[in-house]
């Protein structure tokens, strides 16, 4: 159990609309959790405080060899105004497996969880109640100790800020094109592409770049060594509907244990599909599609939740899936998972966890 301190300000900002159309992450709650860790003393000084900039030393290891990770989840206000998060130690826990691959230091669940409940709990008037809006919770670790010696640190900082978010693309629900790469990869196996650090997140940007300038909103990354595999989209896994299976590449090392891709796939069970996680070549894919047979694709991802892909490029080869529009699997499990959160739903599988 942690002793936070709470140093709540007196002076909070002007609050926008939050149940307008935000773009997502630019504004920030009034408040913001904070601790710092030495290897000597272990994790200290919890405390909720203003929402501000902070100072650390130039020489700070994260700028210079990126010893950081982070989280992303959400908080959501259902029509009682019960403030509920969504599989949070799911994510508690990957957060601590990032840890571990980067020789950062692990955080107690229950102190994780006490931090993000008591930080939501002083700034709940931020959560959005419009649905599909929520507060998205952004912890994140940084080495802080001043040196350029190469090696892990032995000084870090944990810190949790809030935004209140609406949908994540632009587009919103409507299906997104995408791009696939068939020259940069993003991780590869034994790499650190299972870790939710932005190192990873800047192996991606100059692609994204690419495939924004050509008028596609996301790049879906291969397997870096043979560039035949699917692996996932920017900040999303992504499923396959074929034939009436459900299909999406297995965890291998490389990819992101999504939160969102093991809902889905505890759902599409519900629903009673055969779900196959395993390798999935883009060459299957397009045999699917010339044969009619590719029935659905969309992402899944905290940010988005579901997102409906209308249109894959590979190469030449530009393929429409299911006349550009939304398919009925898509918008069931869109529907199910925003209204588990929202509390419109039954939490048929134990995911909420009220604040
Ligand atoms: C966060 C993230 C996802 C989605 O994970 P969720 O737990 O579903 O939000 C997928 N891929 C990458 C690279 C990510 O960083």
Known sequence: ????????????????????????????????????????????????????????????????????????????????????????????????????????????????????????????????????????????????????????????????????????YKEGLNPVKIWIEDRYVRAVRGGIGEAKTGGNYAASMLSQEIAHEAGFSQVLWLDAIEHKYIEEVGAMNIFFKIDNKIITPMLSGSILAGVTRDSVIKLCKHFGYDVEERKISVDEIYLAAKENKLEEVFGTGTAAVISPVGVLKFENEVYTINSNKIGKLTQQIYDTIIGIQSGSKKDLFNWIEKV
């Open 1 to 168: 159990m942690l002793n936070i301190e709470i140093k709540k300000t007196s002076n909070c900002k002007k609050k926008p609309n939050i149940n307008g159309d935000l773009e997502f992450g630019r504004v920030f709650t009034d408040h913001m959790f904070i601790m710092d860790y030495t290897k000597k003393e272990g994790w200290k000084n919890p405390r909720i405080e203003k929402f501000r900039n902070i100072s650390i030393s130039p020489a700070a290891m994260i700028f210079h060899y990126g010893q950081s990770l982070f989280e992303g989840m959400k908080v959501y206000k259902t029509e009682n105004d019960e403030v509920q998060l969504f599989r949070p130690l799911k994510h508690i826990q990957r957060a601590n497996s990032s840890a571990r691959r980067l020789c950062m230091p692990e955080i107690p669940e229950e102190d994780f969880l006490q931090a993000i409940k008591t930080l939501v709990d002083i700034d709940k008037e931020w959560i959005p109640k419009r649905k599909g809006a929520a507060l998205y919770i952004r912890p994140f670790m940084i080495a802080t100790e001043s040196s350029v010696n190469v090696r892990p640190s032995t000084r870090f900082k944990f810190i949790i800020i809030l935004s209140p978010v609406f949908s994540y």
